[in-house]
């Protein structure tokens, strides 16, 4: 691989670092990656705040649009992988003031969680803030089968509509309306002639013929829809509009607003002859357009294809379209200067979380720590040495980030093994399911965090001793229910549940058909291998795996897998444990 980069493991805070330094308007939150208007505390109480995110790659999305007449704010997380949920609360409090605060995000599961859960949190802590979902991708039919349509790059003509209606004063409610009127009007879809590679795997998303080429791709360097042989542009370009236009009910004599996106890796040349089939099918079809926006908004890495949106335009929409934004967005090309500050760079002070000091363990608990601590290590530990194997399952049917995601995870719960307080079970797993809530991207911490609080709440003890096998047995149940529950998977849906669900069921009956710990821990550890192994027959249903239908069949769900890895070391990590 070659990139002009230093470390992959840096690479979306030194990238950040790069635009603050090169544009004295932005600033970025201590110690998260989140990059905010510099004005901030001067235009929180005057306006609504407007904020979005999610993974890096998609550059200048969203970064590149934070300043005036756009957003507020843009959270950051790792390469395709959602931000955290501490990155987005401690954003909301930083940026929302007495008008409140819009989130708009992409119709992502991991965005939705962490987004979603981050706003019920702020909320709870008196903020005003409500949250719009973008789902412009055309390519797919809104289906109970799948996570639905995907949001690309129409977003950007929403963020721009709102960061508008923001900078006029209008209230949050006002500016919720108009947007989500957007939203319902805007419809994309893209084509791409070849992957993308992601500089922290090093690993292409997917491989493509010479001849062939993805039709209605995501944004994520997930394949798309349908392959089928490259055609002269014309053609490619009356298929994306015939789709669009009969999805959006755009016909003669309608209005609209086209926006050409660069997926990254397509010349000007390129770009240009598209152009020219855009405006030819257009005017076929007796559509007027009001607007054309050409060039790089949402990419995809260094993905070789376009996307096209249309927007129906009325007087008011292409009035907020033409609003004037900070000449240094990406939104206008071209900064006339470049200030340098390598030293003393405005930042925000992120607030700071108090903990209680850790109580004084028994004897036992102190044995029982030992071995915790170790376990968890142990854990971490298969976790890394398969990091690659994870990564390259996830390549094959989602984002590729999976292995990454986890590595952070058991890194952060090390990190907070001094201090977490063991002296109670419940306050154990609780901060357990804090730590991989805020910690981990993407959508493993909140799926995790969701089944740890669960599992939790259900121990509802303080006292280790007092606990049987079988009270962990129902709150291992508990806390698997729940996370289907909430995350909406069900067994045979190609996800996580397909490990978990046989496990814990696996581990209650070994309980109770008279089998010792060790003996239900094996056959638990069996039981999510054996389900984990079984994905590989399944038609996807949730997950941007989804989106591929039954091209996802032969591909196991690598969630599932390292529920596999993480129980098999669990069991073997217990044999150590003399109760």
Same mark, same amino acid.
């Given at each position: 691989?070659?990139?002009l980069?230093?470390e992959p493991?840096t690479?979306?805070?030194?990238q950040?670092?790069g635009?603050i ?7 970025l ?7 905010i ?8 109480d005057k306006q609504?705040s407007?904020?979005c995110?999610?993974?890096?790659g998609?550059e ?6 934070v ?8 959270v ?13 609360l401690?954003?909301l ?5 007495e008008k409140?605060t819009?989130?708009?995000i992409?119709?992502y599961?991991g965005d939705r969680?962490?987004f979603g ?8 802590e008196?903020?005003k803030?409500?949250l719009l979902?973008v789902?412009?991708?055309?390519a797919l039919l809104p ?8 949001g690309?790059a129409?977003?950007?003509l929403?963020l721009?509509t709102?960061g508008?209606l923001a900078?006029e ?23 791409a002639l070849?992957s993308?590679l992601?500089?922290q795997s090093?690993?292409?998303?997917f ?15 997930e394949p ?20 669009i236009a ?16 660069n997926?990254?890796?397509?010349t $000007?040349i390129?770009l /240009?002859?598209?152009? %020219?089939?855009?405006?030819? !099918? &257009?005017s076929a079809?007796?559509v007027?357009?009001? #607007?054309?926006?050409?060039? $790089?908004?949402?990419? /995809?890495?260094d993905? %070789?294809g376009?996307?096209i !949106? &249309?927007?129906?335009?009325s007087?008011?929409v292409? #009035? ?6 900070h ?5 206008k ?5 470049a ?6 760079r405005?930042i925000?002070?992120s607030f700071?979380?108090?903990s209680d ?15 915790f601590?170790?376990t ?5 530990q298969v976790i ?5 194997h ?6 094959a ?9 986890l590595?952070?995870?058991c890194q952060a719960i090390i990190d907070?093994?001094?201090t977490?307080p063991?002296?109670?079970?419940t306050e154990t ?18 799926l995790?965090g969701?089944?740890l609080?669960?599992f939790s709440?259900?121990l509802n ?5 007092l606990l049987?096998?079988?009270?962990f047995?129902?709150?291992f149940l508990?806390?698997v229910?729940q ?6 998977a069900?067994e045979?849906d190609?996800?996580?549940?397909d490990a ?5 069921r696996a581990f209650?009956?070994?309980l109770t058909s008279g089998k010792?710990v ?7 550890a ?5 389900g ?14 989804s ?8 591909h196991v769900d690598?969630g599932?897998?390292?529920i596999g890895l993480?129980f098999?070391?669990l069991?073997k990590?217990?044999s150590?444990?003399?109760?």
């Amino acid at each position: 691989m070659k990139k002009l980069i230093d470390e992959p493991s840096t690479l979306v805070t030194d990238q950040l670092e790069g635009l603050i330094i090169t544009n004295p308007t932005l600033a970025l939150l201590k110690n998260q990656n989140v990059v905010i208007r510099r004005d901030i505390n001067e235009v929180k109480d005057k306006q609504v705040s407007v904020i979005c995110g999610g993974g890096s790659g998609h550059e200048p999305s969203f970064a590149g649009y934070v300043g005036s007449g756009l957003l507020s704010a843009a959270v950051c997380g790792e390469v395709f992988s959602s931000p955290s949920v501490r990155q987005v609360l401690e954003c909301l409090r930083v940026v929302t003031g007495e008008k409140g605060t819009l989130i708009v995000i992409m119709n992502y599961t991991g965005d939705r969680l962490n987004f979603g859960i981050a706003a019920e949190l702020a909320r709870a802590e008196g903020f005003k803030v409500s949250l719009l979902i973008v789902a412009d991708d055309c390519a797919l039919l809104p289906s109970d089968q799948t996570a639905g349509r995907r949001g690309i790059a129409g977003t950007v003509l929403v963020l721009k509509t709102a960061g508008a209606l923001a900078e006029e004063g209008r209230s949050l409610e006002e500016v919720v309306e108009t947007t989500s009127d957007v939203i319902q009007n805007v419809r994309t879809m893209g084509v791409a002639l070849g992957s993308c590679l992601n500089p922290q795997s090093g690993k292409s998303s997917f491989s493509l013929p010479e001849n062939e080429i993805e039709m209605g791709l995501g944004i994520h360097g997930e394949p798309g829809v349908k392959r089928q042989p490259i055609e002269r542009c014309q053609n490619i370009v009356e298929a994306l509009i015939s789709k669009i236009a009969d999805d959006a009910n755009i016909t003669n004599g309608d209005s609209v607003i086209v926006l050409l996106n660069n997926l990254g890796g397509t010349t $000007l040349i390129e770009l /240009s002859i598209v152009s %020219a089939n855009i405006v030819k !099918s &257009l005017s076929a079809r007796g559509v007027h357009i009001e #607007r054309f926006l050409s060039g $790089l908004y949402m990419s /995809s890495l260094d993905m %070789a294809g376009v996307s096209i !949106s &249309l927007l129906k335009a009325s007087p008011d929409v292409t #009035r907020l379209i033409d609003a004037p934004t900070h000449p240094l967005t990406s939104w206008k090309v071209g900064a006339k200067e470049a200030v340098i500050e390598q030293h003393g760079r405005y930042i925000v002070p992120s607030f700071a979380s108090v903990s209680d000091p850790p109580i004084a363990l028994s004897d036992s608990d102190q044995k029982l720590k030992k071995w915790f601590d170790e376990t968890v290590h142990e854990i971490s530990q298969v976790i890394q040495q398969n990091c690659d194997h994870l990564t390259e399952l996830d390549r094959a049917i989602g984002d590729g980030d999976i292995g990454l995601s986890l590595n952070k995870g058991c890194q952060a719960i090390i990190d907070a093994l001094p201090t977490l307080p063991f002296h109670s079970p419940t306050e154990t797993f609780r901060r357990l399911a804090e730590i991989v809530r805020s910690d981990i991207g993407g959508s493993s911490g909140p799926l995790y965090g969701i089944f740890l609080l669960a599992f939790s709440r259900h121990l509802n003890s303080n006292n280790w001793s007092l606990l049987s096998p079988f009270a962990f047995a129902d709150a291992f149940l508990a806390g698997v229910e729940q996370l289907s529950a909430i995350g909406g998977a069900k067994e045979g849906d190609k996800t996580m549940i397909d490990a978990l669900f046989p496990a814990a069921r696996a581990f209650k009956e070994g309980l109770t058909s008279g089998k010792s710990v060790q003996e239900s821990l094996d056959v638990m550890a069996e039981a999510a291998q054996k389900g984990a192994g079984n994905t590989k027959h399944l038609v996807s249903r949730r997950g941007r795996s989804s989106y591929l239908g039954e091209r996802s069949v032969g591909h196991v769900d690598p969630g599932a897998v390292a529920i596999g890895l993480e129980f098999g070391q669990l069991a073997k990590s217990f044999s150590k444990l003399n109760v």
